[in-house]
Each structure stands twice: as structure tokens, then as C-alpha cells.
């Protein structure tokens, strides 16, 4: 299996630092091992992603990149497959046997928006992928996108060194420290 | 098919506009017909997801409540199956068959929190179910429940009246007003 990063573009402290959470959460909980953001840099939300993974484990990492032309152009020039979620992309489960095909041996790239995506984007990318062409969350998407790209598997990561694991129960909590 | 209803619990206007939206959006895209909410009642939620209503076409109602308690009794008493979906419950695949089971013939109440969620919704549900037991969103957590729940059909949900449809492009954009 090949590495998936995401890319999360446009966040903005004020408006978008859970939404910017949750993706960066969804993402580690799927099996993600890095988000790298662009707009505007922010520590908090730096910390605070870095604080789950030291509590709940794993590998995942969270950087600020004020270009994300570099990442993609980086991202291209290593051979990943480039994949941007939109609303007006092509329907998911049309397209998604050639997006698997890709992944058997090349890295993905997931662009997720962002207020405004660069019409830039649209073209970088090796194709616009949507998930019903309703608007709704980048972060449903993201969760969509993985959950059908990876298959049932996405739900058994590995999160070495966590410091907190949960023992599931149909009745609801029982969290235990390890 | 039966129906599903979402029940989000303990909105803060403040704090939550945005994600009990894509909450709200998220359930509309993959074909839930009602969303009510609890905590604090917000006009403006309400409307802009009426918004999205009038312009993206379908039936999706959106509503405030201030008593989850009477909400979860009158789906008691309707005979609903009750799902709580919490990062404490029984992970999704190992309890996904008997959901469906009741989805047969019983409709859903689907709850989702939640900044506190009181220790008596996880005794009243039916079942409390975890996405991957990780903290990540109430939205992916949402998104994936539904998806798994419907199958690859979720992806088709019909709204009429749009007065907006997408066509969809591997290329990105293309927007066409109806």
C-alpha cells in the first residue's frame, strides 16, 4: 500500500480552525500520515493536532507550508498521483477503480479546499474527484474518499505508542489508560 | 428503505456553526430527511441550510429542539432503532449487519454530539457505535455510518426542484444553473 497525504488549502485561523481539525483528525484516523496546510500558519491548531497523536499514538504528522504550488509541484515531480476533492468533480464511484489502479504504485496527494480554490488546482491536479456534487464538508469527503479508496481495512489502523486506548462496547464508554 | 433522521445534540452557536452545517449538509447529501438539533437555538443555521435547500433542490428539513429527551422518547415510541455515534461504542464493521438488519423495517435515529454528551443518551441508544475509536469528527463520523449503512447507492440520492445541478468533470468546474 502506498503513502496518502493531504493537502488542506485556504485555512484561516478565525474561520476554519476545527473544520481544519476535524480534516487533520479524519485524516490520522484513516490511516493518513501527513497534512500539510497553506493559507494562514497556525500554531494552535499545530499543537493541538500534535497533542492528539501524543495522547492517542501513531505517526501523524501536521506542517504549515506557505506554497502550495511547492507541494504540488514536489508532489508531481516524485510521481504521486494528484487527487483534488471537489464538488464538481467526477462522481467518485465512477472514477474510482482508476484512482485504485494509481495508488498500487504511486503515492496520493488529496487536495481538499479552502473558501476559494485556484481555478490553478483544477488543472494540477491529475483529476477533480466529488462526492455527490452536493455541497456538504471537506471533511465528509475526505472520510468518503479514503473510507472507499482503502476499503473496510481503513477501520483497523495501528496507532503505536498511544497513551490512551479505547475498549468498544455497544453499551458506550469504558476508556482505559494504558 | 426506511428513513433516517440525525439528531445532533448540544449545538453552541458560537463554537459550532460551522460543523453542525457540514453536519447538516453532510446527512442531506447522502440522503437523511430531517436533522434536528439541541443546545442552542440558531436562526441563522437554520436558514442558511434552508438556503442550501431552496437552491440544491430535495426535501431536507432542518429544526431546533430544546429537549432531546422528547425527541429520543417520540422515536422510542414510533418504534425508530436508535444509533449513537460515539468513539466509546462497538466498532461499525463488527455491528454493521445487525444495523441493517433493524434498518429493514425499523427508521433511524441517528445521534451525533455533542460537546458533553450525557451519560443517559448512551443508555437510551439502541447501540453506540465508534468509527474507528479515534478522535477525529462527528461529520466523517456521520458521512462513513451512512455510507456503510446504505452502500454505494448513498451516492445517488435524487433532489428535485434544484434550481442548481452540477455536471460532473473530471476537469473541474461546470456549473450550469437549470
Do not use: C
Amino acid at each position: 500500500m502506498q503513502r496518502v497525504t493531504v493537502l488542506r488549502l485556504g485555512h484561516r485561523i478565525k474561520r476554519d480552525q476545527r473544520i481544519t481539525t476535524h480534516v487533520a483528525l479524519t485524516a490520522r484516523a484513516l490511516g493518513v500520515e501527513e497534512i500539510v496546510f497553506t493559507g494562514e500558519k497556525d500554531d494552535i491548531l499545530i499543537s493541538s493536532i500534535n497533542r492528539v497523536v501524543e495522547k492517542w499514538g501513531g505517526k501523524f504528522k501536521i506542517r504549515y507550508s506557505n506554497s502550495w504550488k511547492e507541494i504540488i509541484s514536489n508532489a508531481k515531480s516524485q510521481g504521486d498521483y494528484i487527487v483534488h476533492l471537489t464538488m464538481y468533480g467526477a462522481n467518485l464511484p465512477e472514477v474510482l477503480d482508476e484512482i485504485k489502479e494509481n495508488f498500487k504504485r504511486r503515492n496520493l496527494l488529496v487536495i481538499v479546499g479552502g473558501a476559494k480554490v485556484p481555478a490553478e488546482i483544477y488543472r494540477l491536479a491529475d483529476i477533480n474527484v466529488a462526492i455527490t456534487n452536493q455541497p456538504h464538508s471537506e471533511v465528509a469527503a475526505l472520510a468518503l474518499f479514503l473510507r472507499d479508496l482503502i476499503g473496510n481495512s481503513v477501520y483497523n489502523q495501528k496507532f503505536p505508542d498511544a497513551k490512551i486506548t479505547i475498549h468498544p462496547s455497544r453499551a458506550g464508554k469504558a476508556a482505559k489508560k494504558n
